[in-house]
């Protein structure tokens, strides 16, 4: 009995070497991330964020400064992603704000230095 050749594995778009993968897609790619683990460390993906296992402000502040600065210096590069990132960025900055139990002083909030006050 002869082996059947094996089939290659279904096509996955996370399987193209990263010159192949255009910039502004790596740069989105990387400011969803550092969005979605900031809403992570503020305990919004639970029903409860205050009592959330994961909420971590001093995390939050990190992930959030990060992501303004990607956001803020690739802006230009972005086109039509630059708004909704802008816009989760600031979603973000407010979280903060509001789960901070002594709020930063307006222009002092992770991120801010990058963005401006968020109030």
Do not use: C, N, W
Not at 32 to 60: C, F
């Amino acid at each position: 009995m002869s082996e059947q050749p094996s089939s290659p594995p279904p096509y996955s778009p996370d399987d193209r070497s990263l010159e192949d993968i255009p910039s502004v897609e790596v740069i989105s790619r990387a400011a969803v991330m550092l969005l979605s683990a900031g809403a992570e460390r503020l305990g919004l993906a639970d029903a409860d964020p205050e009592r959330s296992p994961h909420r971590d402000l001093d995390e939050a502040r990190r992930l959030i400064t990060a992501l303004a600065g990607l956001v803020t210096a690739s802006a230009e590069y972005l086109g039509l992603h630059a708004g909704p990132l802008r816009d989760g960025l600031q979603s973000l900055q407010k979280a903060f704000r509001e789960a901070s139990a002594v709020p930063d002083p307006p222009g002092q909030g992770p991120g801010e230095k990058y963005t401006g006050p968020v109030y």
